[in-house]
């Protein structure tokens, strides 16, 4: 398999589950600055034009934040990041997943936006995604990871938010969620996915 990323974005989410897997993995890393998402070599692999993409061993591209973390950990079950089908600890995994990328990742978008243009953000867009940020502190609250006290599929995104919301727009980090990104800083998958991606976490 074949992770394409780029530091610091969205896609590692999926490269923390694939570590946290213990996948093998090669990785290609792209400039999003640069473009090399709109190049035609990579619009073959992802015509969306949008990392991270995973490329299967069979030439199968896989897309979006989702279903290559539920995809990398149905096909490595022994690494406990889903629960089995029809167990509630795996639909809670996946609605917390869907949260992140349908509403979480989306709303930092205005925010990204005003970065590129170097614009003030609109205070609207920074309100929203504080919002969220606190619904999640709120939800770690006395546990520290998503589900509980095991770590699972669900934590994948923290570490994005983390970093996207302390370091790229200096907005307010609860205690919860600090306490469980010292905890996911402790797994040795996601130490291994943020040195290949280059991105220093302080807490
Ligand atoms: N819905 C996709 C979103 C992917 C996405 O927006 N990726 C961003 C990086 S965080 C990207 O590739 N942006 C490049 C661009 O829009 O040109 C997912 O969850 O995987």
């Not at 589950?17 to 692999?45: V, W």
């Not at 609109?122 to 709120?138: I, K, M, S």
Request: with cysteine; net charge neutral; hydrophobic share 40%.
């Amino acid at each position: 398999m074949k992770l394409y990323y780029s530091s610091g974005s969205c896609s590692l989410a999926s490269h923390i589950a694939l570590e946290e897997a213990g996948a093998r993995f090669d990785t290609h890393r792209l400039n999003l600055r640069e473009g090399e998402q709109r190049r035609p070599e990579y619009l073959k692999i992802n015509p969306k034009g949008k990392v991270p993409a995973l490329q299967l061993d069979d030439g199968a591209v896989l897309t979006e934040n989702p279903a290559i973390i539920s995809y990398v950990a149905d096909t490595h079950p022994r690494s406990g990041l889903l629960a089995a089908p029809g167990e509630l600890a795996r639909a809670r995994a996946q609605e917390w997943m869907a949260w992140c990328a349908s509403a979480i990742h989306p709303s930092f978008g205005p925010l990204f936006g005003a970065l590129r243009t170097q614009a003030p953000a609109d205070e609207a867009a920074r309100a929203t995604v504080q919002g969220h940020l606190d619904r999640f502190d709120q939800w770690l609250a006395g546990k520290p990871f998503v589900l509980g006290e095991q770590r699972s599929a669900a934590d994948a995104y923290t570490m994005v938010f983390y970093n996207w919301g302390r370091n790229l727009f200096g907005l307010r980090i609860g205690d919860h969620i600090k306490k469980s990104v010292k905890a996911l800083l402790e797994l040795p998958g996601v130490q291994r996915a943020l040195a290949t991606q280059e991105v220093k976490i302080e807490v």
